[in-house]
């Protein structure tokens, strides 16, 4: 699935389907200012390339194709759809921020139940006897967002949901899956991220007022003391 950007740390994708949550907080770089949700066209075409969407979907989002503006195909998310996948995304992260924290945050919490409250699951049963949750929609917009909700779902159940992360630093944000033994990774990367949040801490710590830009140099010194 594309993101806006390669894994400032490299690491691997989280595991099964809770890759399809991390790839859509992903679509947002904040630091290189790309969004691939950031049209509805854009959007449309993300959700198709994920298998979200039916790819009959793919139509309307072709470029122009020289068709008269009068004939032009509607897109294949309307106004609101669009606002709340934007909404969801945020809430998500959101709530990948208190993961790192790890301190409860209720009103990320609240943010992200809301923002997945249009959609309406079901518990299938399979035929090797298991259960399972699927969107029980028939709109496909809501089905793209509660085959986000089965992720998170089936996440949490594995235990996998808590080490996705999003990065507190500067223009970051960026969501990585914690491997670390006690799950204690606070950075995407300690060689950007991190480094970048300890030299600034390093500068208000010893260097807390403003930096006074370097005084001009004079004309030299000559050996009599002149300048």
């Not at 072709?62 to 606002?83: D, Q, T, Y």
Request: net charge positive; charged share 20%.
């Amino acid at each position: 699935m594309a993101t806006a950007g390669r894994d400032p740390g490299g690491r691997a994708p989280a595991p099964g389907s809770l890759r399809l949550v991390q790839a859509l907080v992903n679509t947002l770089s904040v630091e290189f200012e790309r969004d691939l949700l950031g049209t509805r066209e854009t959007a449309a075409a993300w959700l198709t390339a994920a298998g979200l969407l039916p790819a009959d979907s793919a139509a309307a989002v072709e470029p122009a194709l020289a068709v008269e503006p009068a004939l032009a195909v509607e897109p294949a998310l309307s106004a609101a759809e669009h606002a709340a996948l934007l909404e969801l995304r945020e809430a998500i992260r959101a709530m990948l921020a208190a993961h790192t924290s790890q301190a409860a945050d209720p009103a990320a919490a609240d943010r992200l139940t809301r923002a997945l409250a249009t959609s309406r699951l079901a518990v299938t049963a399979r035929p090797d006897g298991g259960m399972s949750l699927a969107s029980a929609d028939h709109d496909p917009f809501s089905r793209a967002l509660g085959a986000v909700a089965v992720a998170i779902a089936e996440a949490a159940v594995a235990g996998t949901w808590t080490r996705l992360k999003s990065c507190p630093g500067h223009l970051c944000g960026w969501a990585f899956y914690d491997r670390s033994a006690a799950a204690r990774s606070r950075w995407c990367s300690m060689q950007l991220c991190g480094a970048r949040a300890k030299m600034r801490t390093y500068r208000a710590r010893y260097y807390p007022g403003p930096v006074s830009p370097p005084r001009a140099a004079g004309p030299a010194r000559t050996a009599s003391g002149r300048r």
